[in-house]
């Protein structure tokens, strides 16, 4: 065969074969965390740190792969060195001039036993319509929005030797439609509740990096969104709510196995950047109900950066096969320049009596984690609690362990039905980021995610950790049915409650009097959703649609005095409305 002609062959037929699933693909991500419950995959990784480097630490070598993300590469490769596909049919998969036109196989360039390696990823489509006001997290540089939204990400894979390289652009477009102004706005952070009155767009390097791999160890630089902690929904320290962050990262690519168990680790130390419209007027231009002025794009922070240092580290007992034990520490600081040493903040004292610090210049997040996953059973518990704000001593932490607390805990549970490959799945997660009894005494008006120094733990914009942002309280549960042809269908339902702290610390207005009787304080701003969702492979194509209804209760915290009231409460701007997703994946 002509070279020529059969460079271009290959490249044609370059398919996803990637070596991790970036964070928030939530198809592929899900399927191989769930063959830990299905008994596909073993129980060596903990899922906890993310992403993760298939081809080193699982048995999904082809993670991207539809029929079997399991197969063994080692008889998948034919002597063009192009991946066979189990698919069978009339053209040869076999043949690199028959796999150029099969678009929707998992194919990729593979020499030297995997040393050399070349890939397309998959095109990635989201389009998000929300109706009346801004609803939905973990979506990476998507933003609060009214109006139509879509997001759109391709990119390439490239390995040499032990040099591994990712290009994965992102973009974003949103109407960015107008709605009402809250009350007042969250001190302390740099989290806009609308990005400007006019269309909002966004350009990044995505899940882009370059690393220079060994077996166990990672290094290098990237833009990649991280996962650290359990949770599918919600995470406390970092999740893929925010745009992915320029970062140094010496990480774990499998787990380290020891006497006592297996270890997995990352730390990083990166650049965050403001959201461009960071500082915005708080005080309220109307009084009654109480209105804030719109918030307007501002240059006064393009330049400036904010520091961010953090290490999650990941442990499983060798004695307690499928239980997960982790811990992740976050620390921000002053920084305009980015250098390794900065990496060496995650070492420093943890309790203030022996870091010396006051808290002022520095802010860090903690939380510890489990996850038991029980295999026999199909089933997988978690758990995760954080403290926002360093303790003075030790005492000091355990005698009030509530103070700054959030924690995120929930379950899984999977039951395989008479037809082979069919399953039902239930569950359910909660994340509590509202705060205690103890920050009305000892630090009140504080909330997680807020701090002083540098707008927050944000970046463009958005947390970092659980999307439901400072004072927020999310409760999910969902009945899944998943069938062949990665068929599933799902009804999930969701209470949201928005930022209690703002309810309880900086809205005295809303005890109204009704009626001479009593005062109101009923107005807890609540979304209660449905969603009802299918998923379903065609051709090359993953396709993931949804519709949700909301009902909201007290939007923004207001009343409607259009509305009779009675000696109880006088009715709040109340809505039923739907808000629509689709995602498409394809494989180029």
């Known amino acids: ?45 903990s899922y906890c740190i993310r992403p993760v480097h298939h081809s080193y630490a699982t048995n999904a070598k082809m993670p991207f792969a539809h029929d079997n993300p399991f197969a063994d590469l080692s008889q998948s490769f034919n002597k063009y060195g192009l991946l066979r596909d189990s698919t069978k049919g009339s053209i040869n998969a076999g043949n690199p001039e ?77 109407q960015n439609k107008a709605f009402d102004q809250p009350p007042v706005r969250q001190v302390g952070i740099d989290m806009p509740d609308h990005f400007g009155q006019e269309p909002f767009s966004y350009q990044g390097w995505g899940q882009s990096y370059l690393k220079f791999n060994t077996k166990q160890v990672g290094l290098g630089v990237s833009t990649e969104n991280l996962w650290w902690g359990p949770g599918h929904y919600n995470s406390l320290l970092m999740t893929n709510n925010a745009p992915g962050f320029f970062h140094l990262t010496a990480h774990s690519n499998k787990p380290i196995k020891t006497f006592a168990g297996a270890i997995e680790f990352q730390a990083v130390s990166g650049l965050l950047s403001y959201s461009g419209f960071y500082p915005y007027g708080l005080a309220t231009t109307q009084f009654w109900p109480w209105v804030t002025a719109p918030i307007e794009r501002t240059t006064d922070l393009d330049n400036q950066r904010k520091g961010f240092t953090g290490l999650a580290v990941n442990f499983q007992p060798k004695m307690f096969p499928g239980l997960y034990v982790g811990a992740n520490r976050a620390i921000m600081t002053t920084a305009d320049s980015l250098t390794i040493g900065s990496l060496a903040e995650i070492f420093r004292p943890i309790l203030k009596n022996v870091s010396g610090e006051d808290g002022g210049e520095r802010n860090q997040l903690v939380s510890i984690y489990l996850r038991y996953v029980m295999p026999e059973s199909h089933a997988e518990f978690y758990v995760e609690f954080g403290r926002e704000d360093a303790a003075w001593d030790f005492e000091d932490l355990v005698s009030d362990i509530n103070h700054t607390r959030a924690y995120m805990m929930g379950f899984r549970k999977m039951t395989p039905m008479k037809k082979p490959g069919n399953w039902l799945m239930l569950e359910y997660e909660m994340t509590e980021i509202a705060q205690g009894l103890s920050s009305t005494a000892r630090a009140y008006n ?61 809205l005295p207005y809303i005890q109204y009097p009704v009626g001479g009787t009593f005062r109101d304080i009923s107005k807890r701003w609540v979304d209660l959703s449905a969603f009802l969702s299918y998923q379903q492979r065609f051709y090359g194509f993953i396709i993931q649609a949804q519709v949700q209804m909301m009902q909201t209760w007290n939007f923004n915290w207001q009343f409607d005095f259009t509305q009779p009231g009675n000696a109880f409460r006088q009715p709040g701007q109340n809505s039923l409305t739907p808000q629509f997703n689709l995602n498409a994946i394809y494989r180029l």
């Open 1 to 45: 065969m002509n070279p020529y002609r059969f460079l271009v062959l290959s490249l044609l037929a370059l398919k996803a074969g990637a070596q991790s699933i970036p964070v928030g693909m939530t198809f592929y991500e899900d399927r191989v965390r769930m063959a830990q419950l299905t008994g596909e995959q073993p129980l060596s990784v």
């Open 446 to 506: 504080y909330s997680w995610y807020t701090h002083p120094l540098n707008g927050g733990y944000t970046h463009a914009g958005q947390v970092l950790g659980a999307g439901i942002g400072p004072g927020g309280a999310l409760q999910t549960g969902a009945l899944s049915w998943l069938g062949s042809k990665d068929k599933k269908l799902t009804l999930r339902l969701e209470r949201y409650e928005h930022n209690r702290e703002t309810y309880y610390y900086r």
């Open 98 to 174: 028959d796999a150029a036109l099969l678009p929707n196989l998992p194919l990729q360039v593979r020499y030297l036993k995997g040393a050399v390696q070349a890939v397309v990823l998959p095109a990635e489509v989201r389009v998000r319509y929300n109706t009346h006001h801004p609803y939905g997290w973990q979506d990476g540089p998507m933003v609060p929005n009214v109006g139509l939204q879509t997001f759109y990400s391709v990119g390439a894979y490239a390995k040499l030797g032990p040099f591994e390289g990712q290009f994965r652009p992102e973009q974003t477009f949103a």
